[in-house]
């Protein structure tokens, strides 16, 4: 048994790539630094052109919001990377069953990291061998479910409110992740290639204990560790900049507040909401407040939760760090194709308690 420490014999990271200058990522970058550079040291420039001051402010907010789910999701990343393949499957669960979508529900609901730092573990425990239908399972769940932004929730709609919202949110990944399970099974969606089948003698805790008694934590190690991490992040990173640029823009040229009067309990505004939740591109951070607002001002519950779930959903983001991770249009495409009616029935019947 390998330990922790030990990567001979395993597979290249699916994140790593060796070709032409990763532009996206790059460009991103710059663009990002710029703005936020400019906010932040020259503030009086900005406030010459209005569109170029919401621009700016946006970056600056947005990446003041999201640095600590960027900077988890690398210790994260960096954490699994130095973790055997064969943990990650006995922690899931094997077999591609339901118990095993149920521990990655679950999983997902108990990791206190944004939608963008979710992202990062999500596709690393994709290449560690969790089936398409646990990853799936894991970020459907996971990116407003966090603790911190539960009770931020819990603060602005209430505990009923709140609970319902996880439920609901849990049993749309329960059911997202067994169908793309059925789907893998029937041919339709590709395997996992990094799936492994365990030893019928792996025990989880005896393993892990010898590994972890074996691993020398020196500082060459958590070198290694933190040097890996950054060097697997970047094909989320250049999404997340790239999201953070284009969800800036929206923000310039849109008005947010045009979308809200729009937002009744009605089959319309829940259609709105939706659309609304497709184009306006925020963290979770930044779409619990206006969650809230749906719900409180706009009296539309379900409208609050589908503007949640439906960020989720339809985060081009995510859509495209899964198209990368998994090497497959189908797997990224089919998560909205699939959540969407799942999560507009459950918005409808829940602004039909309010009508």
């Avoid at 990522?25 to 009086?44: A, C, D, I, K």
């Avoid at 939608?115 to 290449?127: F, Q």
């Avoid at 010898?210 to 950054?230: E, L, R, V």
Wanted: net charge neutral; charged share 10%.
């Amino acid at each position: 048994m390998s330990s922790c420490c030990n990567t001979e014999n395993q597979q290249p990271s699916c994140h790593t790539s060796k070709g032409p200058k990763d532009y996206l990522l790059w460009g991103s970058l710059l663009g990002v630094v710029v703005l936020y550079g400019l906010y932040w040291l020259f503030p009086s420039v900005t406030h010459q052109s209005e569109t170029l001051h919401v621009l700016a402010h946006s970056v600056f907010e947005l990446m003041n919001i999201i640095w600590w789910g960027i900077a988890l999701g690398i210790v994260m990343i960096a954490l699994l990377s130095k973790v055997p393949r064969e943990f990650v499957v006995a922690a899931l669960g094997t077999g591609n069953g339901l118990s095993g979508i149920i521990r990655a529900t679950i999983g997902g609901v108990l990791l206190d990291l944004c939608n963008h730092g979710i992202l990062m573990v999500g596709a690393k425990l994709y290449e560690r061998g969790a089936s398409a239908g646990q990853v799936i399972a894991f970020l459907v769940a996971s990116p407003w479910n966090s603790f911190s932004l539960t009770l931020i929730l819990l603060a602005l709609v209430g505990i009923k409110w709140t609970l319902l919202f996880i439920l609901a949110s849990m049993l749309i990944a329960v059911i997202t992740g067994w169908l793309y399970e059925a789907f893998v099974h029937k041919g339709v969606l590709p395997n996992n290639p990094h799936q492994i089948d365990l030893p019928d003698n792996f025990r989880f805790w005896p393993q892990a204990k010898k590994s972890f008694a074996a691993t020398n934590f020196n500082a060459d190690y958590i070198f290694s560790m933190a040097k890996q991490g950054i060097s697997e992040s970047r094909m989320v990173m250049r999404w997340i900049l790239f999201g953070v640029l284009l969800a800036s823009l929206i923000r310039a040229f849109i008005d947010t507040a045009d979308f809200q009067n729009y937002f009744g309990p009605t089959l319309a505004g829940l259609g709105l909401t939706l659309l609304a939740a497709t184009i306006i591109e925020v963290c979770s951070e930044g779409s619990t407040p206006v969650a809230a607002d749906l719900l409180t001002r706009a009296k539309a519950p379900g409208n609050s939760f589908a503007f949640l779930m439906g960020g989720v959903s339809t985060d081009y983001t995510e859509i495209m760090v899964l198209k990368d991770t998994t090497k497959s249009w189908k797997i990224a495409l089919f998560l909205p194709l699939i959540t969407l009616p799942q999560i507009f029935v459950l918005a409808w019947l829940a602004n039909m308690q309010v009508v």
